[in-house]
């Protein structure tokens, strides 16, 4: 019966982060051929200019994140896990094949930015929930005392995204010609994209609903979501602040590498796409080992020991990079960056489904990670790449990320006020002690 178990839930956890993969892989492509695609939508009269327009479209589905958080979050733990991931990809594949088979600007001129817009608009709504919903899935099925390593895999999944990603683009620019990949060969990783949606579909319908939602007897309406989420505005600005961490140091590490590589850098393509690739890998190996962890250990000594290095190290490292840019010294810094990440990540995620209320888990954690997103991680690559152009500064990414751990540092202390959770009575044992005490 034990084996029956758990091949039943490692078969669960396979289906739900199935569409966590699509939903990375998408904005993994955006980021990784940012020039290519700058190129071809958004022509303007220099360089900059262009990548800054692509850079800014790369952001804007971010900004849709929080209302996506609001209404598929409302969604889910009103009619369900199951069903609001099912819509969660489903709008996810809209987005992905909008771009895939948009006409470049030469052919019909500014709509084909403009549907290029809407199609990361509709990819920002659809991530507004995908990770809540994926995350809160996983917190209800994983059995007691093993939470933290169950949820890892939320973020886990997203590094398959990552490393298969970067392996296309080092075959990609390996065998195309510059000329290929400006005019069509950035587009194969979204036509690949585009050919999985079925199978990743078939995976995700077999999906059934948590015990524990299933459970329940009363299922809020959005208008008593809301007014929830609004009670404990103060958990959701906590766990707002505590993920402006792990949402910076993931997007500097994984989307904006091959992009400052090649343009402040100076690498080649091929060797940032190689970092970013053991970035991925990195990130896959540490994720589950951190989260275990944090079952064992409790999710706070993770949480501070993470922000307080990463306050500490991140331009320190940035500027050793800088000084004399290489292919080793990059991946030293963007290995030690994924460090941080899944170490710190470990331990976060779970930590916000365990403080969030249950009636309103899916919404609360989604609009907490949508708003982190769009404020900062989000926009990563846009803030870093202007304020290299604005500074002269190449090391400069090292102190937006510096920024965001420090208020990651101030929200784990907030947690705490008078040595009293917030919200202590929805949280699981594991936060405050090993898993062996819950």
């Not at 275990?292 to 409790?298: A, E, K, V, W």
């Not at 040595?419 to 062996?436: Q, Y």
Request: proline share 4%; hydrophobic share 50%.
């Amino acid at each position: 019966m034990v084996n029956k178990n758990s091949r039943s839930l490692v078969a669960s956890v396979l289906r739900v982060t199935s569409g966590n993969f699509l939903e990375m892989y998408d904005f993994m492509i955006f980021g990784y051929y940012a020039t290519y695609i700058a190129k071809t939508f958004f022509p303007a009269n220099s360089e900059f200019a262009s990548l800054m327009l692509a850079l800014a479209t790369f952001g804007s589905g971010f900004l849709m994140r929080p209302l996506g958080a609001v209404l598929l979050g409302g969604y889910t733990d009103r009619h369900g896990r199951r069903r609001g991931l099912l819509l969660t990809l489903s709008l996810m594949a809209c987005g992905t094949i909008s771009i895939a088979c948009t006409p470049g600007y030469a052919r019909i001129g500014v709509l084909a930015p403009l549907l290029v817009l809407a199609g990361r608009l509709l990819q920002g709504l659809s991530a507004g929930a995908e990770l809540g919903g994926v995350s809160v899935y996983l917190s209800e099925i994983a059995p007691p005392g093993r939470k933290g390593f169950y949820v890892s895999w939320q973020s886990a999944s997203q590094q398959i995204a990552v490393i298969f990603a970067a392996v296309l683009g080092i075959i990609l620019v390996g065998r195309l010609s510059p000329e290929a990949m400006t005019s069509w060969g950035w587009r194969i990783p979204l036509w690949i994209g585009c050919a999985v949606i079925p199978f990743l579909f078939w995976i995700r319908s077999s999906l059934t609903e948590t015990a524990e939602f299933a459970a329940r007897r009363h299922h809020p309406a959005m208008r008593e979501i809301m007014a929830s989420v609004a009670r404990n505005w103060r958990i959701v600005g906590i766990a707002t602040m505590l993920t402006t961490l792990t949402t910076t140091t993931f997007y500097l590490i994984t989307a904006y590498t091959p992009t400052y590589g090649a343009t402040t850098l100076h690498l080649t393509r091929t060797n940032a796409f190689i970092v970013t690739l053991c970035v991925g890998a990195c990130n896959f190996t540490f994720l589950p080992i951190m989260g275990l962890l944090s079952d064992q250990i409790g999710r706070r000594p993770l949480l501070w020991t993470c922000t307080v290095a990463a306050l500490t190290t991140a331009y320190p490292a940035m500027l050793w990079l800088v000084a004399s840019p290489t292919f080793v010294r990059l991946l030293t810094v963007e290995l030690w960056f994924s460090v941080l990440f899944a170490s710190y990540n470990g331990a976060m995620v779970v930590y916000l489904t365990e403080i969030m209320p249950a009636d309103v888990r899916a919404t609360g954690f989604s609009l907490a990670y949508s708003t982190a997103t769009a404020l900062f991680g989000g926009f990563t690559p846009f803030v870093c790449t202007y304020l290299i152009h604005a500074t002269g500064n190449k090391a400069i990414p090292g102190a937006w990320l510096a920024l965001a751990s420090a208020l990651a540092l101030a929200a784990v202390a907030l947690t705490y006020t008078g040595g009293t959770l917030v919200n202590r009575e929805h949280v699981d044992k594991a936060t405050f002690a090993p898993a062996a005490a819950s």
